[in-house]
């Protein structure tokens, strides 16, 4: 067998990996999990990452790897060229810094928002002040990627690399809740490049392929009320949840059990 990804084209964990994939040439076949509860594509998701989450990368040779940056490394080290780390021990770890700012502390604001325009999990004035959150969070992250991006055309300089790989997908996330960055700012102007690159087309075409089938988030939030599909709730987005005043958001998905942490891993097979 080839490489095989447990994706979900929404996810930007996934999109992230997918644009080091493509960006390096090499073939692999993407799995939607469309159903956790039980079943072979079930067993083997959890076996390649037991929380259940994509992206999951299963090997040729069966084995399994989950962690988005952990994925990306593998990726690397696998498949140097066309590299997409930079060549200098500084700008190696500022390639990571940016990824790990925007996987974790940015990727809360994009959750949240997919937790009240897609999930409804708010209404009347806590909806509006967790909007309001968001849009003044990302005001200020788009201001230090300016600052981190300065005049060159990547992340990276003048070669797009790992740290775009990192941040396009959460700009387009927050570009389809209708908060992109301004178009007019350097960033938007990134955006834009970065936008037109075919390793990010191929993702975006992905999406718009989902429609109504049992993948699009219809049909995830159909699963989310018939308790079939909780939304995994980690550090950085419980913290953006609270520090926001949602924290009645939180109990009523802990009381209707459709929120969940990580659990205690398993060895595949073994007994709860």
């Not at 990192?166 to 809740?177: D, I, N, Q, R, Y």
């Amino acid at each position: 067998m080839g490489l095989r990804l447990f994706d979900h084209p929404l996810s930007p964990y996934s999109q992230k990996i997918k644009i080091a994939l493509r960006e390096k040439g090499i073939a692999f076949e993407t799995r939607l999990p469309t159903g956790l509860g039980s079943g072979a594509q079930a067993d083997e998701l959890l076996a390649a990452n037991p929380r259940g989450e994509v992206p999951a990368l299963v090997l040729e040779d069966g084995a399994g790897l989950f962690e988005s940056t952990i994925i990306l490394e593998y990726v690397e080290e696998r498949w140097p060229t066309p590299p997409l780390a930079p060549a200098t021990p500084f700008d190696r770890a500022h390639a990571r810094m940016i990824e790990d700012a925007m996987d974790t502390h940015y990727e809360a604001i994009n959750w949240a928002l997919g937790e009240i325009h897609h999930f409804g999990r708010s209404d009347g004035p806590l909806r509006d002040q967790l909007l309001a959150g968001a849009e003044a969070d990302l005001r200020r992250w788009y201001g230090w990627l300016e600052h981190q991006l300065g005049a060159d055309p990547w992340f990276g300089g003048n070669t797009f690399g790992w740290a775009d790989a990192a941040v396009l997908p959460h700009l387009l996330g927050s570009e389809a809740f209708g908060l992109g960055p301004d178009p007019d700012r350097p960033l938007g102007a990134y955006l834009t490049r970065g936008r037109l690159r075919p390793s990010v087309v191929a993702g975006r075409e992905e999406i718009a392929a989902l429609g109504s089938g049992g993948a699009s988030l219809e049909a995830v939030r159909a699963a989310l009320e018939a308790g079939l599909f909780k939304r995994e709730y980690r550090d950085h987005r419980l913290e953006w949840m609270l520090r926001h005043g949602g924290l009645a958001v939180v109990q009523e998905g802990l009381a209707r059990g459709n929120i969940r942490f990580t659990e205690p891993f398993s060895h595949p097979g073994a007994s709860a």
